[in-house]
């Protein structure tokens, strides 16, 4: 990472630690949710269009789950990080729509961070069966993989072009030229008498 970055990156970490049980899946989630539009709209044709199936309220890209989706069906993100991401956004959900009693250590979401697959540090004494633990060490080993991706991504940026010729699909009468030998025709005939 870039040192400004890193310590950008050191100072959200610091701030996801110190959050509530209820702050942490929100904050952790929103930061990747970004690094997913950031993503697509690396990825996407630059305009008008781009931004609002990203941005507006009914936008259908417009969610977290949507975005990821978007971009595991796009190959912008693999196997892993798709699987991590989902169970992040099922953490997520489960915080952001209960309206109280919710915590880590609620067996549904206690179930949903011991699926995290992220790689845990060893040693040092590391709570590595703590669910908390495992959220927020999930949350930032996506977050690490994903800061660059929209840069990555922009390297291959989508690009309007045309798949047909407008001459290819044009009206002609057969009374005033022949049909192209090398395009396909469909013939409409006209009835005469009808």
Same mark, same amino acid.
């Given at each position: 990472?870039?040192?400004?970055?890193?310590?950008?990156?050191?100072?959200?970490?610091?701030?996801?630690?110190?959050?509530?049980?209820?702050?942490?899946?929100?904050?952790?989630?929103?930061?990747?949710?970004?690094?997913?539009?950031?993503?697509?709209?690396?990825?996407?044709?630059?305009?008008?269009?781009?931004?609002?199936?990203?941005?507006?309220?009914?936008?259908?890209?417009?969610?977290?789950?949507?975005? &990821?989706?978007? *971009?595991? +069906? !796009?190959? %912008?993100?693999?196997?892993? $990080?798709?699987?991590?991401? #989902?169970?992040?956004?099922?953490?997520?959900?489960?915080?952001?729509?209960?309206?109280?009693?919710?915590?880590?250590?609620?067996?549904?979401?206690?179930?949903?961070?011991?699926?995290?697959?992220?790689?845990?540090?060893?040693?040092?004494?590391?709570?590595?069966?703590?669910?908390?633990?495992?959220?927020?060490? &999930?949350?930032? *080993?996506? +977050? !690490?993989? %994903?800061?660059?991706?929209? $840069?990555?991504?922009?390297? #291959?940026?989508?690009?309007?072009?045309?798949?047909?010729?407008?001459?290819?699909?044009?009206?002609?009468?057969?009374?005033?030229?022949?049909?192209?030998?090398?395009?396909?025709?469909?013939?409409?005939?006209?009835?005469?008498?009808?």
């Amino acid at each position: 990472m870039r040192l400004a970055d890193t310590e950008d990156f050191s100072k959200f970490i610091a701030e996801l630690q110190r959050e509530t049980d209820r702050g942490l899946p929100l904050v952790g989630a929103a930061l990747i949710d970004d690094r997913l539009e950031e993503t697509l709209r690396s990825f996407f044709c630059e305009g008008r269009t781009s931004s609002k199936l990203l941005e507006e309220a009914n936008g259908p890209l417009g969610t977290f789950s949507s975005r &990821a989706q978007t *971009c595991y +069906a !796009l190959g %912008l993100i693999d196997d892993y $990080e798709y699987a991590e991401i #989902e169970l992040i956004r099922k953490v997520r959900n489960e915080f952001a729509h209960a309206k109280h009693g919710t915590s880590f250590q609620t067996e549904r979401v206690k179930g949903l961070c011991s699926s995290l697959c992220s790689d845990l540090p060893e040693g040092s004494g590391h709570p590595t069966s703590d669910p908390r633990f495992r959220f927020v060490n &999930a949350v930032v *080993c996506v +977050a !690490l993989r %994903l800061y660059y991706r929209p $840069e990555w991504v922009a390297l #291959e940026r989508r690009q309007s072009k045309t798949w047909i010729s407008q001459d290819a699909v044009r009206w002609r009468s057969i009374d005033d030229e022949k049909p192209p030998s090398d395009v396909p025709v469909v013939v409409v005939v006209k009835r005469h008498g009808n």
